[in-house]
């Protein structure tokens, strides 16, 4: 009635074999190790997609329903320290890229290198986001009572009138609403809403993103990695490059909503 | 050839006995006992709860406690019962002990996310208590917008917190979980001679690990707008309330699997062992926990049917909800079919997993009555579905929980309860429960509203038969933790398979050791090999 | 025991074209496209998140199940996106009103 046979010869517990210091008890193999671990950071990974996504779904919606205060809003946003802060994080990702080579091939200065430099970069990222913010805040672009819209990204309007109905019946057949200006100054406080959640929760990751690396940093620089194992490593660069990806859906989806006019 | 059976000289519970080796430990089989212990706190303050919604419910005044009181009440009975008890129970407690030693594995593959996970789960029910204690939280544990965002003075933050906090060592667990299956196994130990247990937690964990992180985000959307006053579902703003509903359920309907899906799993093993036979249409019944997984992510409107979605994602919805129950019911028709000219015997576990097959059935059943769309504008916020999820989550999880629970404690603990207060307990159980909730479908059909300390005159001896029926099942469920606790010293000693039963975790000593197996084992036969001995004889390899 | 360790010309050919792509969205957005303004800055994002998963994150070399780990994850993604839209593609839209009276009021915890 049991299913087993009892065991006869290999098993990896015989003391002649030679382990790794950082093999643990319950993994047989140093390459089965690290691709459970590789494996649980991508699931963890995925846990990550859906929280952001749960966000996008109420972005997609809202941007679907109160476009012109989507596009005005994401108007006022400084195109140039958002572009600025792409290309920081994407130079960032190359970085820890070149950490983790850095590591796979047992070189502990440049591993540590690379790894300051993309948690520097990081800091440049923060930095620029304080700016903004601090601009936000000056506006009185935070969503809440304080809230003021003062309308002067509206795009050219074709018919004129400071205070026309909106058409409800025209925009029936789209999903569109034509807006009047006190619905735009409510709705963007929904744009800002949402641009200080997603920026704000993507900014909180790239903190936690750093102080993870300072710790891989100092386990890099006291020789804990070699060839065989640099999974820490390998590890925060997946994170990070996760990190940067989430920023790389943003930035057009607050920055870039509608720059033509 | 036996002598009396001894507890073994060196086991896991021995391996230290310093609070420092429990609380810093990676072993698994701790971790679980850990798990134990505070899910069954847990599990007796959301108890109190139900027993004031009980009080309150035997007369049909509202005379016990205040409206705002009541609801409060049902607030934290729901909170604590649904992520500080149910989401956890099986499989922090069962899973974590016995998935490593069913697979062939010395642990999990990450010992210590499994201890992080555990440490996770008291912040956040430390969290939830501070607020219940603080004067609780009034929302209902759906905590819809806008009233808990703008409208509830009640302790919301905290309670959301400790949600949120919990729910990641829900993730963990399942992370752990997936990991550990796919590349922990013993030589031999293919997916399809895994246990029909492990192949449920699989499917749990899929649920844990995609479906949490979305309750999250609306969980910090819900604290920035409570918090700093930001307007995501705020109507006034332009704000859709619906869309916290949408996000909420896209979680909280899957959960309802992590609730089921693990005591699915315990019935496969307990029906077979105890009709000494394989299961019946072994890989249609793996398939199916995969399925239930699946589709429980695509039906989650179907809590929305009246809150103004529209009417043709309505019809999406209830037509996906109807697929739902085939995998479900596919599992129930293979259990039947695994008794069917079997040995059948009716130990104490066993009589929970009969318990389980019938009132499963009956709540599934009554899931497809809300389904479809006509009646459930009828049902919908009454008693009706009130019966309907607690036949579910406590006629089928809690006593999936408590079959595996008498099932596996002589592996666990080494020893057995007392035989004749266990079946007396689980026939409690089983009629306490039923008194307690069948007539809230009849009181729920009739228009009785749920969430509401007051109701009419003229279905009070329905109330107060439910009542009646919570002081029957109250007990059964106090029982256990007596008998359980006395067989610790004077149960009779258990040996490796009391049970003579199949897998893995049998061929071990009772208590396992640390390292689950001196030698790993090489699998060459397939599960639930059984030749129709019968369960008084203990096997030993 | 060998993992693949990729070119550093590699590594840099993939900075280079997430710049460029970069650049592209930017002037893409000064276009008027209408309806494929979002379409076209999906796209191009999309592509560069591809570029850094399969080779920063070294998905190229990663074995079957991994890969198929990402594919469940954007799967149940698309659902929470897509079964959403269906309700809210299907249903009348009430507009706002267009005046309040009073200031909504914001409670605090």
């Known amino acids: 009635m049991s299913n087993v046979v009892a065991h006869a010869g290999q098993h990896a517990d015989s003391p002649s074999r030679a382990h790794h210091r950082a093999l643990q008890h319950h993994f047989d193999t140093m390459p089965q190790q690290k691709e459970a671990a590789v494996i649980g950071m991508w699931v963890f990974l995925l846990t990550e997609i859906l929280f952001f996504g749960g966000l996008f779904v109420a972005y997609m919606i809202y941007r679907i329903w109160y476009f012109d205060a989507f596009a005005e809003a994401s108007r006022s946003l400084s195109l140039f320290w958002g572009g600025l802060n792409t290309a920081v994080l994407i130079g960032s990702s190359l970085t820890m890229a070149m950490a983790v080579r850095g590591a796979q091939t047992n070189k502990r200065k440049a591993t540590v290198n690379w790894l300051i430099l993309t948690m520097i970069l990081g800091c440049v990222f923060l930095g620029v986001k304080v700016i903004e913010y601090s601009d936000k805040f000056e506006h009185h672009h935070v ?14 309007v074709a018919e004129g009138g400071a205070e026309h109905t909106p058409a409800p019946e025209a925009a029936a057949g789209h999903r569109k609403l034509s807006l009047t200006p006190s619905q ?36 890099a620089w006291k020789g804990r990695f070699d060839e065989e194992y640099y999974t820490p490593v390998e590890l925060s660069g997946l994170y990070w490059h996760f990190v940067d990806i989430v920023w790389i859906f943003l930035f057009p989806l607050l920055y870039l909503v509608e720059r033509h006019t | 050839m036996l002598d009396k059976l001894r507890i073994p000289e060196r086991h896991y519970l021995h391996e230290g006995h310093s609070l420092r080796s429990w609380l810093l430990t990676k072993d698994h089989k701790r971790i679980a006992i850990m798990y134990l212990m505070s899910i069954s706190v847990m599990f007796f303050i959301g108890g109190l709860f139900a027993v004031g919604i009980r009080f309150e419910l035997a007369t049909p005044q ?19 019962m649904v992520f500080f008890f149910l989401i956890p129970s099986i499989p922090a407690v069962l899973g974590n002990f016995l998935i490593p030693p069913m697979i062939g594995a010395r642990d999990l593959a990450f010992p210590r996310i499994n201890l992080l996970s555990l ?23 759906t905590f819809y917008t806008p009233y808990s965002a703008a409208g509830s003075n009640s302790h919301v933050i905290p309670v959301a917190l400790g949600i949120f906090i919990a729910g990641f060592s829900s993730i963990l667990t399942g992370l752990n979980f997936i990991v550990t299956i796919h590349r922990m196994r013993a030589p031999g130990m293919t997916w399809f001679r895994l246990p029909l247990f492990v192949w449920a937690h699989y499917a749990t964990s899929l649920v844990q690990v995609l479906g949490t992180p979305v309750i999250a985000i609306t969980i ?12 995501i579902f705020d109507p006034a703003r332009g704000g859709d309330p619906v869309l916290f509903q949408h996000l909420f359920w896209f979680y909280s309907h899957p959960a309802v699997y992590i609730m089921i899906l693990p005591a699915l799993g315990v019935t496969s093993e307990l029906v077979s062992t105890f009709s000494k036979k394989t299961i019946f249409g072994y890989s249609f019944v793996a398939f199916s926990s995969l399925a239930i997984a699946i589709f429980g992510f695509i039906v989650w409107a179907h809590h ?11 019809m999406v919805f209830s037509f996906l909800s109807f697929s739902v129950a085939i995998p479900s019911a596919v599992k129930v028709f293979n259990w039947t079919a695994t008794l069917y000219k079997g040995a059948v015997s009716f130990e104490t576990p066993m009589l929970y997993a009969y318990g389980f097959i019938g ?9 497809l009555f809300l389904a479809t769309l006509g009646l459930d504008i009828h049902v919908h916020d009454t008693y009706f579905v009130v019966a309907h999820f607690h036949y579910i989550m406590v006629g089928g999880a809690i006593m999936g929980y408590l079959g595996g629970l008498h099932f596996w404690w002589p592996k666990i603990t080494g020893r057995m309860y007392n035989n004749f207060f266990s079946k007396v307990s689980a026939i409690m159980v089983f009629v306490g429960f039923n008194i307690t909730f069948f007539p809230q479908f009849v009181v729920g059909y009739l228009g009785m509203p749920r969430r509401y300390h007051s109701y009419p005159d003229e279905m009070q001896v329905l109330n107060v038969m439910s009542s009646a029926g919570a002081t029957v099942l109250g007990l059964g469920y106090v029982l256990p933790v007596i008998y359980f606790l006395l067989s610790l010293r004077r149960g009779r000693v258990a040996g490796p398979n009391p049970w003579g039963a199949s897998g893995l975790e049998w061929q071990t000593q009772s208590p396992p050791l640390t390292e689950n197996f001196v030698e790993i084992p090489i699998v060459t036969g397939e599960p639930y090999e059984y030749d129709h001995v019968p369960a008084k004889e203990s096997h030993l390899v | 025991m060998s993992d693949h360790v990729s070119p550093v010309s590699l590594y840099i050919t993939i900075f280079a074209s997430l710049m460029v792509l970069t650049a592209v969205t930017v002037g893409a957005a000064f276009v008027n496209l209408g309806q494929f303004n979002f379409l076209v800055a999906m796209l191009v994002a999309g592509f560069k998140a591809s570029l850094v998963v399969w080779y920063f994150m070294h ?17 149940f993604l698309v659902i929470l996106l897509g079964e959403t839209m269906i309700d809210y593609a299907s249903k009348d839209f009430t507009p706002m009103p267009p005046k309040i009276d009073a200031e909504s009021e914001i409670v605090k915890p």
Not at chain 1, 143 to 156: K, L, R, T
Not at chain 2, 62 to 80: L, Q, R, S
Not at chain 2, 119 to 135: D, E, L, N
Not at chain 2, 359 to 367: H, Q, R, S
Request: no cysteine.
């Open chain 1, 143 to 156: 969503p809440g009572p304080n809230f003021v819209w003062a309308s002067e990204h509206a795009a050219p």
């Open chain 1, 184 to 219: 735009l100054q409510r709705t963007t406080q929904i744009y800002f809403s949402l641009y200080f959640t997603m920026t704000g929760l993507h900014a909180l990751h790239m903190i936690i993103g750093i102080g993870l690396m300072s710790v891989i940093t100092w386990m």
């Open chain 2, 62 to 80: 509202g005379d016990f406690v205040t409206a705002d009181t009541y609801n409060k009440f049902f607030t934290m009975h729901g909170i604590i």
């Open chain 2, 119 to 141: 440490y996770i789960y008291w912040i956040g029910g430390i969290f939830t208590i501070y607020a219940m204690i603080t004067g609780g939280v009034d929302t209902g544990w």
């Open chain 2, 220 to 231: 910090v959307m819900l604290f920035v707008e409570r918090a700093f006053g930001f307007g």
């Open chain 2, 304 to 314: 929305m049917f009246v809150a103004g979605i529209s009417t043709y994602s309505a």
């Open chain 2, 359 to 367: 009132l499963f059935a009956i709540g599934g059943l009554t899931g």
């Open chain 3, 59 to 75: 998905m190229k070399y990663q074995s079957h199940l991994t890969k198929l780990a990402l594919a469940v994850g954007l799967f």
